[in-house]
């Protein structure tokens, strides 16, 4: 697109040197998330830039997401917002962007963030890779007086030209490991995991992901309904990965107040508090090597988001009251049973933390979804606390017609009660109690309703609902699964105030 030939004459000898240096670290690296973290670091040092941040472009959804967001001097619990303009027009022209007075800038007069931000100076690249944009390198200075200079603009031009060749080489490689992974699991996949009883096709599903993502060290989320079975999970991932003979710590995070959550998780130096009369390390330090599993990821209080981002992206971590900068390496597993997206539209959860914690999605079905797994389970759980009871068909047929708000923790819960009610040694139906309330709300759940009394378009309705549910809200998915276009859907979510 430009025939101006590139000119580097601002760049010194000092400058190459860098070039040169950062070009062979990358080389060596092969995780993208370490090159972007390291790649960053390195170029503020060399911009005196306030803000760097890798934003990897969606092509897909047409969205920019920030990955790595790296900041020198500003407040850790200081909200960070980009300017899309400056993204958009980068997506278009492919061009880099110099702003050098940003403020009076009138590219930028419409510019929300960056007048909210009082951004001074603007420095971003495209990485394009295979002719596509891939992401943004940005680069920006706030309320320092630092503002860029040609220099600085050569030497990112220059530079990431060169990184993203070096990006390139990193996912090529990437692709062709994440294929190698896939095949040899295919060979060595066993079809169960025993702590997780389930047979139907969606359990299969769910054991296949597991075995498949329990090989590689990404961090992972779990959603899904109360009692589905969200911790078994996390812990099948670990029970089969490389870290199986390292810790598996579990920490639930609802409503726990944010310090005393803090020095659980990071542990604290003597006298940083009153009580603190000893060092005490945190769950991270001592799952090192391990897994932590973080349940109800949702409640982690705003404060501490940024710590946990600081720890998935650098392995950093401080324990409270203390200075020293230590690591850890541990995977993190988390669950939720809430919709994060919408506690990110809620300003309640940072999107970067959520899409480094989101790199692979599971979600748990609940137990209505899976109702041919209710007679393993109720063998299963007879077999565990009472070997002397049996069932009958009659009270299977029971089990099998009712809804499971609870999911698999209630089942559980019910059988437990029935052994205890039971008339004699086999439970029949009528020993069985199911909670009216659950009865109720279950059946507000169920479609029958609709094929007896429902129109057309309140059937359509409901299938939607429940397919975005399915997918976790991600509507480019959902319209595939039903054939439809994004663009159907979204009108249709629109309408039904999803
Ligand atoms: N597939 C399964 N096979 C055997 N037991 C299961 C299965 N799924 C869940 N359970 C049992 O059900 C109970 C609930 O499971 P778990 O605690 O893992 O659910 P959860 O999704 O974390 O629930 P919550 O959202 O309430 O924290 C546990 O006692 C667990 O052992
Ligand atoms: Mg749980």
Request: net charge neutral; charged share 25%; hydrophobic share 40%.
């Amino acid at each position: 697109m430009s025939n101006n030939i590139e000119k580097y004459d601002k760049l010194t000898e000092k400058h190459l040197a860098t070039i040169h240096r950062l070009t062979r670290q990358m080389s060596a690296m092969s995780d993208e998330e370490n090159v972007l973290d390291t790649l960053l670091n390195q170029l503020i040092d060399e911009t005196g830039a306030e803000v760097g941040a890798f934003i990897y472009y969606d092509q897909e959804q047409d969205r920019f997401i920030p990955r790595s967001i790296i900041t020198r001097g500003i407040p850790s619990n200081e909200e960070i917002n980009f300017s899309q303009t400056v993204f958009q027009q980068i997506l278009k022209t492919r061009q880099a962007i110099l702003s050098f007075d940003t403020q009076s800038d009138s590219n930028y007069q419409n510019a929300q963030s960056v007048i909210i931000n009082q951004i001074h100076s603007i420095l971003a690249f495209p990485l394009i890779i295979k002719d596509q944009v891939y992401g943004i390198l940005y680069f920006d200075s706030r309320k320092n007086r630092q503002h860029f200079n040609e220099a600085n603009r050569q030497f990112l031009s220059l530079f990431s030209a060169i990184a993203s060749l070096a990006m390139e080489q990193i996912l090529t490689r990437r692709k062709y490991e994440n294929e190698n992974i896939i095949l040899r699991n295919r060979l060595e996949q066993p079809s169960r995991i025993p702590a997780l009883i389930g047979e139907s096709p969606v359990m299969q599903k769910l054991f296949s992901i597991i075995n498949k993502v329990a090989k590689t060290d990404v961090s992972v989320l779990i959603t899904g309904e109360n009692g589905t079975g969200k911790e078994l999970v996390a812990r099948a991932i670990h029970d089969l990965s490389d870290r199986h003979d390292k810790p598996f710590i579990a920490q639930y995070i609802g409503n726990i107040p944010a310090t005393i959550l803090e020095s659980e998780l990071f542990g604290y130096k003597k006298g940083a508090f009153t009580g603190a009369t000893a060092d005490r390390i945190g769950l991270f330090e001592a799952a090192n090597g391990g897994t932590l599993f973080l349940d109800e990821i949702g409640d982690l209080p705003f404060e501490l988001q940024a710590k946990l981002l600081r720890i998935l992206q650098n392995k950093e971590f401080k324990r409270l009251g203390e200075n020293l900068i230590r690591h850890a390496d541990v995977r993190i597993v988390a669950a939720t049973n809430q919709d994060l997206t919408q506690l990110i539209k809620e300003g309640k959860f940072r999107e970067d933390l959520y899409y480094r914690l989101n790199v692979v999605r599971i979600v748990v079905p609940p137990l209505r979804d899976r109702k041919s797994d209710i007679p393993l389970l109720v063998n299963h759980f007879l077999q565990k606390d009472n070997p002397d009871m049996q069932i009958s068909n009659a009270a299977l047929k029971k089990l099998m017609d009712y809804n499971w708000p609870g999911n698999v923790r209630q089942l559980e819960n019910i059988i437990k009660r029935t052994c205890i009610m039971a008339a004699n040694s086999t439970i029949e139906p009528e020993d069985i109690q199911l909670d009216d309330l659950e009865v109720e709300a279950s059946n507000n759940l169920l479609p029958e309703k609709l094929e007896t009394e429902a129109t057309l378009e309140e059937i359509k309705n409901y299938i939607i609902k429940r397919r975005l549910e399915q997918f976790n809200g991600n509507k480019t998915r959902a319209a595939k699964s039903l054939n439809i276009s994004l663009r159907a859907l979204q009108l249709k979510a629109k309408e039904l105030g999803l």
